[in-house]
């Protein structure tokens, strides 16, 4: 591990700490790396719940179980749908709440968690059938923001697409934070140079790919977003990773593709930092970033 000067000391013990050993990712492996995050998000989650002032309820949008994360004061106008991570094999909702709770406290967005089906008992499309029935649930009701991180930042930007294609109404803003935006061979960062991502690793990249969409076509832009003709006039893009994130060099690829198109994409590549290192709640640098996220939602 490279020298690392200017990071919290919290982040320096994230980086030192063991990691749980799993067996390889598979479809019948899927179950312990469930369990093994689930236990820790869930910790955080409820970190998130006592710490930020939202009201959680559930929600039945279109037929697919929601979570709604309200902030105190809330004006009644600012929506945002969310969609959670785990490579669509994993995670959930309430497990995001870390991630939700203060983006919802910071900016005053009433945040929507789709619960979308997980792989491998529901592969592709399935979460993105949830996700989209969802989407245009909201749409109907009024204007709203679109957030997703990793395989929910996938998923936020195949919503994206479909809206497109069904000339429905298209979020206000977006915010990705680490989006898995390339399922093939080249999606993965080849030169790491202040040290490997601990908390995902090529191999696994490839091996959620395969459990979600199983002998599909990665380049598909239904599977890898970056693949996608982005047109003009979409809505301003916040993207977040970290120079050890092992998906930045995609997520870098989607924000020049996004710049091409004339979109105005903010990224924000924080130094020394891994995949979505935002849902670590120990870490100072987390909460910075998310308080920049909000800000841009709330940007006017």
């Given at each position: 591990m490279s020298a690392t000067p200017d990071l919290s000391t919290a982040a320096l013990a994230f980086l030192s700490a063991r990691r749980p050993e799993l067996?390889?990712?598979?479809?019948?492996?899927?179950?312990?790396?469930?369990?093994?995050?689930?236990?820790?998000?869930?910790?955080?989650?409820?970190?998130?719940?006592?710490?930020?002032?939202?009201?959680?309820?559930?929600?039945?949008?279109?037929?697919?179980?929601?979570?709604?994360?309200?902030?105190?004061?809330?004006?009644?106008?600012?929506?945002?749908?969310?969609?959670?991570?785990?490579?669509y094999f994993s995670g959930s909702a309430r497990e995001d709440l870390i991630l939700a709770a203060p983006l919802a406290a910071y900016s005053g967005y009433?945040?929507?968690?789709?619960?979308?089906?997980?792989?491998?008992?529901?592969?592709?499309?399935?979460?993105?059938?949830?996700?989209?029935?969802?989407?245009?649930?909201?749409?109907?009701?009024?204007?709203?923001?679109?957030?997703?991180?990793?395989?929910?930042?996938?998923?936020?930007?195949?919503?994206?697409?479909?809206?497109?294609?069904?000339?429905?109404?298209?979020?206000?803003?977006?915010?990705?934070?680490?989006?898995?935006?390339?399922?093939?061979?080249?999606?993965?960062?080849?030169?790491?140079?202040?040290?490997?991502?601990?908390?995902?690793?090529?191999?696994?990249?490839?091996?959620?790919?395969?459990?979600?969409?199983?002998?599909?076509?990665?380049?598909?832009?239904?599977?890898?977003?970056?693949?996608?003709?982005?047109?003009?006039?979409?809505?301003?893009?916040?993207?977040?990773?970290?120079?050890?994130?092992?998906?930045?060099?995609?997520?870098?690829?989607?924000?020049?593709?996004?710049?091409?198109?004339?979109?105005?994409?903010?990224?924000?590549?924080?130094?020394?930092?891994?995949?979505?290192?935002?849902?670590y709640d120990e870490i100072p640098e987390a909460d910075r970033s998310l308080r920049e996220i909000a800000e841009f939602l709330a940007r006017d």
């Open positions: 067996p390889p990712l598979t479809d019948r492996t899927a179950w312990a790396y469930r369990e093994v995050a689930r236990i820790d998000a869930l910790k955080r989650a409820e970190r998130a719940l006592s710490r930020h002032p939202v009201a959680l309820s559930e929600a039945t949008i279109a037929g697919v179980p929601c979570l709604v994360a309200t902030p105190a004061g809330w004006d009644g106008a600012r929506d945002a749908l969310y969609c959670f991570g785990g490579g009433r945040i929507t968690l789709v619960d979308y089906r997980l792989a491998p008992e529901h592969p592709y499309p399935a979460a993105t059938e949830d996700g989209f029935a969802v989407y245009r649930a909201l749409s109907e009701r009024g204007p709203f923001a679109l957030i997703g991180e990793s395989a929910g930042g996938n998923l936020a930007l195949v919503l994206l697409q479909r809206a497109l294609a069904q000339d429905l109404p298209l979020p206000t803003k977006v915010a990705l934070l680490s989006p898995w935006c390339d399922m093939s061979a080249l999606g993965v960062s080849a030169d790491m140079p202040d040290g490997d991502d601990p908390t995902l690793s090529p191999e696994m990249i490839a091996a959620a790919a395969e459990v979600y969409a199983p002998g599909a076509d990665p380049t598909d832009p239904e599977l890898s977003p970056v693949y996608a003709d982005w047109p003009r006039g979409l809505p301003p893009i916040f993207v977040t990773t970290g120079t050890r994130d092992v998906l930045c060099d995609q997520v870098l690829r989607l924000a020049e593709r996004l710049r091409d198109a004339g979109t105005a994409c903010e990224v924000r590549v924080h130094p020394h930092m891994w995949h979505v290192f935002e849902f």
